[in-house]
């Protein structure tokens, strides 16, 4: 089965940091791309971050870039947003994919709310 599990959301202070954390399991998780996204209610997912499968390259939204940093663990299956610097627009449900030629999978997301 399966299985993307988003976790380190949570509240935090303008300027704050916070690290999420996506573990995948029931695949090849080294062999796929993995991505944050974000959603705002009434608002389309949009793409945050990128870890391209090929060279390793990440890639970063122009909102955050400066701030976010993607990484990847492919021992311990587990992909990790750092977010510093956050920003009331920062606000957000973020969900972890992993993506693969026609496959793709999502987490159930986590929400980050930055607020003070």
């Known amino acids: 089965q399966v299985k993307l599990v988003e976790s380190g959301g949570g509240l935090v202070q303008p300027g704050g940091s916070l690290r999420l954390s996506c573990e995948g399991s029931g695949f090849h998780f080294s062999r796929f791309t993995m991505r944050w996204f974000r959603q705002v209610p009434g608002k389309e997912r949009t793409l945050v971050a990128s870890?391209?499968?090929?060279?390793?390259?990440?890639e970063y939204s122009g909102s955050v870039k400066g701030r976010f940093t993607i990484s990847r663990d492919n021992v311990k299956n587990m992909v990790y947003l750092q977010m510093n610097n956050l920003n009331v627009e920062d606000t957000a449900v973020y969900y972890c994919n992993a993506v693969y030629g026609s496959l793709s999978y999502w987490g159930q997301g986590t929400q980050v709310t930055v607020s003070s």
């Open positions: 870890m391209l499968l090929i060279n390793g390259r990440r």
